[in-house]
């Protein structure tokens, strides 16, 4: 099974902070880890590697610092890395960025299964990990919390949806968004740690990849963020409690009474 | 002069610091309220490879060298000092001497599994009558034909009663004092070889500390670590390299009182106000942080100078020296800090004060430290 695991490096916290004066997210200060749901990933393709062997490899597209957040999913166990950095990558939004990750695949050529993360923590869009399956022209399924089967041609999977979960039967090659629930991801060891930071990682700039330079970072993207801001805090609200249902309605009918709306 | 760890060192705290807080911090106080040895938490930390950190990769471990080793030590033991304790104690002294003086089939037969946490390691020096006089030493090897013949008594030794194998100083020739004590390395089910129960503690409780009892331990003559009479200078040597993670242990436990007072004092209020606001609680943190961060520079400093291989026995000792009288004091300020609450088990500092005491007594009390010193000043 050849695998690739595409994972960003995000601020490590979930209430990003946001500059009121500029709009945008304030780093400094934050450190950075690999996102969370992106270690699901790795994890999930290391268990697969265990299991029918094969190669993972991990990408990230993002600043040198990135390196890092692909030094640790190497120390984890993947087995390859590269990074894909370029100015002209810059200011990128999902489309551009699923654009460049496809480009990236499609250049390391090989590929069996496609893993994200279900979503980045800092953005929260969800939206790359489909748009590199469209891009490439390949099935793909969200949400995955349970990885059933996996066979040469194929994969059983549950996706996860409200109130329960589907079972989806996928070829491969494909590409697939999973969960925090699927697994544990797994601490890196030390002597992964010592031979991630011996390994080599390639870094692809737009021409490696062939990208067209119209088509990635900021030139490629056709959303334009008008405001970043931090929405104000709203009163908190009223929970009504009482013995059942009828005792609440009456509660509330008398709240709603009070404040002369009925 | 670089004060900047590499990135393997902080790629190695960051790893650590992550394991430390998802899987060590939430069972600390019920290790310690049950005094139940962390059997599972060593178990991961020896898949993670830690106990391999300060040993090369031929002999198990992963080569990363004594300052990613007491960054590992420390961030554990902020977490659980019990931990650390294990931690510190199976590497640098239960597992050290085999690998500074063992030979090259002793080494792969003992450090190797220790390394790779397969097996804990234990380190027998302390007697009922010779602790900071380690001199003193009772405890007998006699030779009889292929095998060493031990008999004698050591007390408060860390990891025996999970151990697999303990390195212990006997006595092989009394005329000749302190050249006259030599080290052995002996497999923990050797007849004749037995453990007491663990010893009640103050704290460090979920450590395994238990008494050794020798009568008539046969081992095989290859058995003794380097060359006869030469236990005494082995185990200062040992002891150098322990006092460096002990150190570890303790700004570990400092940083923690710090964490753990910043926090509350952020949120406790009184007079209508967070008492971090009050300048007399603001200057107890400001001493607590200023503190931790010097221990932490000396014990780093001594560790980096082991790694690269120049003398470091004075300034071990003065990191353990400041660094485990601090956390002590880094403890009690954390108590008063937290007022009546910090004097209940429903806050961790209660646990840090009685944990960091053992850092002052252990490897060294603070005493024997400053003796180190000052035959280092040349009295
Ligand atoms: C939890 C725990 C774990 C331990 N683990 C181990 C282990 O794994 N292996 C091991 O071998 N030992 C271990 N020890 C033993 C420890 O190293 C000794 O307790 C320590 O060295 C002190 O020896 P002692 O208890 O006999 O005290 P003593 O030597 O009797 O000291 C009593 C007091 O006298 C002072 N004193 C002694 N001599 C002098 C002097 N010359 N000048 C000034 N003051 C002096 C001491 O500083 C101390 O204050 C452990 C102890 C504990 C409590």
Known sequence: ??????IKQVPDTTEVKIDPVKGTLIR?????????????????????????????????????????????????????????????????????????????????????IIFCGKQAIDGDTAQ?????????????????????????????????IEGGYEVISVPLPAMIAVEKSINEPRFPTMMGTMKAHKKQIPIWGAADINASEDLVGMNGSPTQVKRVFAPERRGGGEILQAEDEAGVCVLLVEKLREAKIV | MNFQLDDQQLMIQKIVREF????????????????????????????????????????GGSGAGYLAYAIA??????????????YAAHCSIGTGPI???????????????????????????????AGSDAGGTQTTAVLDGDEWVLNGSKCFITNVGVGGVAVITAVTDRSKGTR?????????????????????????????????????????????????????????????????????????????????SLKYAKERVQFGQPISKFQAIQFKLADMAMKTELARLMVYKAAWLKDNGKPFSKEAAMGKLYASEIC????????????????????????????AKLMEIGEGTSEIQRLVIARQLGC
């Open chain 1, 128 to 160: 790359v990990g489909p748009g590199i399956a469209e891009h490439l022209g390949l099935p793909q399924v969200t949400y995955v919390q349970k990885i059933r089967e996996v066979t040469d041609t194929g994969m059983i999977v549950e996706r996860a």
């Open chain 2, 180 to 260: 006259g004590i030599s080290a052995f390395i002996v497999p923990t089910d050797t007849p004749g070889f037995s453990v007491g129960q663990p010893y009640h503690k103050l704290g460090l409780k979920a450590s395994d500390t238990r008494e050794i009892i020798l009568e008539n331990v046969r081992i095989p003559k290859e058995n003794i670590l380097g060359k006869e009479g030469e236990g005494f200078k082995q185990f200062l040597v040992a002891l150098d390299g322990g006092r460096i993670s002990i150190g570890a242990l303790s700004v570990g436990i400092a940083q923690a009182c710090l964490d753990a």
């Open chain 1, 1 to 6: 099974m050849e695998i690739i695991v595409c």
């Open chain 2, 99 to 129: 690998y500074l003086f063992g030979t090259e089939e002793q080494k792969k037969k003992w450090v190797i599994p220790c390394a790779e946490g397969r097996m804990f390691a234990a380190f027998g020096l302390t007697e009922p009558n």
């Open chain 2, 328 to 355: 002590v004091q880094n403890a009690l300020e954390a108590i008063q800090i937290h007022g009546g609450y910090g004097y209940m088990k429903e806050y961790p500092v209660e646990r840090y004060l009685r944990d």
């Open chain 2, 20 to 59: 430390a807080e998802k899987e060590v911090a939430p069972v600390a106080a019920e290790l310690d309220e049950k005094g139940q040895f962390p059997h599972e938490i060593t178990r991961k930390m020896g898949e993670m490879g830690l106990f391999g950190l300060p040993f090369p990769e031929e002999y």
């Open chain 1, 28 to 112: 400094e200060g934050v450190p950075s880890i690999v996102n969370p749901f992106d270690k699901n990933a790795v994890e999930a393709a290391l268990q697969i590697k265990a299991a029918k062997g094969g190669k993972v490899t991990v990408i990230s597209m993002g600043p040198p610092q990135a390196m890092d957040a692909l030094r640790e999913c190497v120390a984890m166990g993947a087995d390859e890395a590269v990074l894909l950095s370029d100015r002209a990558f810059a200011g990128a939004d999902t489309w551009a960025t699923s654009y460049t990750l496809a480009k990236a695949i499609e250049k390391i050529g090989k590929y069996d």
């Open chain 2, 73 to 86: 030590v420390e961030e554990i033991s902020r977490a659980c000092a019990s931990t650390g304790i294990t």
